[in-house]
């Protein structure tokens, strides 16, 4: 205990920088979700055929490799310049776009056909209708596996460290090589447990609030 006290302040900046990768990777991995989710079940097939290549390239390939690609071959590219954290930011967001994209295509799906005929017979166009009608449905319906995304991403951060990134993982491994005390995997483990328990509560906060008016 009077270890990790003495670096409590090395590992509160470790989660800092392990939220602040997370953060960055879910926010325009949902970006990058809800637009390739969208490409998916669109009428239209080269952006069926753009996001069906993207998604079975990155699902198809370790976020470790992903990682490695992004930060020493597009950041040594001239006129690039990628920084360890940013570099690990954008590998996390393009990976986690990838399922995301996937768990839209799912909810968007699972709307009823009659939903997106009764809408279009009000005189909506297809995309009013997807806008107001089918999104915002398949959105609550996304909620859940959402959350469960946002968990792993969280987990998926801690690759970083193979590029440098001192977040949780790496600072650990720092002090145990420092100081033997192996214990700290445990207190980084229970730093993991404490941040992936919050985001799931206030998953189910933001469900319980989306359902209010529903069974």
Do not use: C
Not at 33 to 41: A, E, H
Not at 136 to 148: D, M, V
């Amino acid at each position: 205990m009077e270890v990790l006290l003495d670096y409590l302040f090395m590992f509160n900046s470790a989660i800092v920088l392990t939220l602040r990768i997370t953060l960055m990777g879910i926010l325009f991995g949902t970006v990058i979700g809800l637009i390739m989710g969208l490409f998916r079940v669109s009428r239209i097939l080269p952006l069926q055929y753009i996001a069906r290549i993207y998604i079975s390239i990155i699902r198809g390939t370790p976020l470790l490799l992903q990682i490695l690609t992004i930060y020493m071959v597009i950041g040594s590219l001239p006129f690039i310049n990628l920084d360890r954290i940013m570099s690990a930011s954008i590998a996390l967001a393009i990976h986690n776009g990838a399922y995301i994209a996937e768990i839209f295509r799912g909810a968007i799906i699972s709307i009823a056909n009659g939903q997106m005929e009764a809408s279009r017979s009000l005189g909506m166009s297809h995309s009013q209708s997807m806008r107001r009608i089918i999104l915002p449905q398949a959105l609550k319906r996304a909620i859940p596996p959402l959350g469960n995304q946002f968990s792993i991403a969280l987990k998926d951060s801690s690759l970083a460290s193979v590029i440098g990134v001192r977040e949780i993982i790496q600072t650990s491994r720092t002090f145990v090589a420092s100081t033997f005390n192996y214990e700290i995997f445990f207190i980084a483990g229970l730093y993991y447990w404490i941040i992936t328990t919050i985001i799931s509560l206030i998953v189910d906060k933001v469900e319980k609030k989306l359902s209010v008016g529903e069974r």
